[in-house]
């Protein structure tokens, strides 16, 4: 059975962007910036990621959300942002962290993440799911 421990240490010896642990025990590593590899992943089947365990090196509130309506069971991130707590609480998603931030940056570091910003106020996580999926 595959453990937060596993995907958390392929994570950081992979130089991954994102590492899931599959239901199937089966585990896998995606090297796309951002939500990228969490919507390749679901536009191929939408139920690849339930009761899944995922480790990523940055998780907001708009990956959260993607992760709760996907039905991830526990996550780790090097980077988690108080955005994405309410979130990960309400689904019942185990979470642990390396560092924890108001808000993820955007790219340049001048200030907040475009998505984050656009859904910070959002409540309603399958809004923000079927919108990100949609793009």
């Known amino acids: 059975m595959i453990t937060i421990d596993d995907v958390k240490n392929r994570l950081r010896k992979k130089e991954a962007s994102l590492v899931v ?42 990956a959260a959300s993607i ?13 988690l942002s108080k955005m994405a707590i309410p979130v990960l609480e309400k689904a019942k998603i185990k979470y642990s962290y390396g560092q924890m931030v108001d808000f993820i940056k955007n790219q340049p570091q001048t200030g907040m993440c475009p998505m984050e910003t656009k859904y910070e106020l959002e409540s309603d996580i399958r809004k923000i799911y079927q919108e990100i999926m949609s793009k």
């Open 21 to 62: 642990g599959y239901q199937n025990d089966e585990i896998k590593e995606y090297y796309h910036e951002r939500i990228m590899d969490l919507k390749s992943i679901l536009k191929e089947d939408e139920k690849a990621l339930q009761n899944s365990i995922i480790a990523d090196k940055v998780i907001g509130k708009v």
């Open 67 to 79: 992760m709760a309506v996907a039905g991830v069971k526990e996550i780790y991130a090097n980077v």
